[in-house]
């Protein structure tokens, strides 16, 4: 088969149900080169920091709706998104996501090569 389809809640929410949810939809896709996850914060709440400095992986996330605002620590910088933008960071940068709206916010990660 050519393709794989998948939905959001197959796999488990690595993000407490009370913060929003995250699922982790690589292996549900069978992908090999991309990463592919859906974020859902609730206001207030922030994403794991980190960085990709040992896989080497870039990340863009795109906002589906809602406010959020993404720590770049390294950079000491900090960057708005609203629904519609996105942003791509480099494997390096240590970054933050928070939900800093009064609604829920929703992203798509992606993330390359794995």
């Known amino acids: 088969m050519g393709y794989n389809t998948a939905t959001k809640t197959d796999p488990e929410s690595v993000v407490p149900e009370e913060a929003g949810g995250m699922w982790f939809l690589k292996e549900e896709l069978d992908s090999d080169h991309v990463g592919f996850s859906i974020l859902e ?8 920091e980190h960085d990709e400095t040992e896989s080497g992986q870039e990340e863009i996330y795109y906002v589906v709706s809602g406010t959020v605002e993404v720590a770049l620590t390294d950079a000491d910088e900090t960057v708005s998104l609203e629904a519609d933008e996105l942003i791509r960071i480099d494997p390096e940068e240590s970054r933050q996501i928070s939900n800093t709206g009064d609604e829920r916010a929703k992203l798509v990660l ?4 794995l």
């Open 41 to 48: 914060l609730e206001p207030g709440a922030d994403g794991m």
């Open 110 to 113: 992606v993330g390359a090569p």
